[in-house]
């Protein structure tokens, strides 16, 4: 890519993490003002629905995110994750502070993301097999003009 190509993707992605950001201080301010707010984005969240049923905004994130990513690639870790943002940084500090960063290079990394998905998402699936626990059955209701859901 050529250079001033690339500086002018680079303001683009700069731009847009900050925006990540102001949406962070934006929703802990209507917080503070509210007393309540939107549902966390979190994608833990994912967590709730798996275990319990409950369907939440960070399953509904993650759901988008991974079609995003077979779409894309993985265009949200570069452009809309908040902790690329703090690695930027830091990066950028380093480069100040002319300390040379060294990458780390390891196969066995590649495993990392499936082990920690098998983990998280399909282990407790197995042990609750095992188990003989039920499966929670979802049921998404209107209450109050937001959408609520709930499980039995």
Same mark, same amino acid.
């Given at each position: 890519m050529e250079p001033s190509r690339q500086a002018s993707y680079e303001k683009w992605r700069i731009a847009t993490l900050i925006g990540v950001h102001v949406l962070f201080i934006a929703h802990f301010v209507h917080w503070k003002l509210k007393g309540r707010t939107l549902a966390p984005l979190e994608f833990n969240e994912v967590?709730? @629905? $798996?275990h319990q049923g409950v369907v @939440? =905004?960070?399953? $509904? +994130?993650? =759901?988008l995110v991974m079609v995003g990513t077979l779409v894309f690639g993985r265009f949200f870790c570069s452009w809309g994750c908040h902790i690329l943002a703090l690695? !930027? =940084?830091a990066?950028?500090?380093? !480069? /100040? +502070? /002319?300390i040379k960063r060294q990458? $780390?290079?390891s196969r066995a990394l590649i495993w990392v993301p499936m082990t920690v998905m098998f983990y998280l998402f399909i282990w407790p699936q197995i042990l609750q097999a095992w188990h003989g626990v039920?499966? *929670?059955?979802? *049921?998404v209701v209107e209450a109050g003009g937001s959408l609520v859901v709930v499980h039995h």
């Open positions: 967590l709730y @629905t $798996i @939440t =905004a960070g399953f $509904i +994130l993650m =759901a690695q !930027d =940084a990066g950028w500090l380093l !480069d /100040k +502070l /002319k990458p $780390i290079r039920e499966q *929670q059955a979802v *049921q």
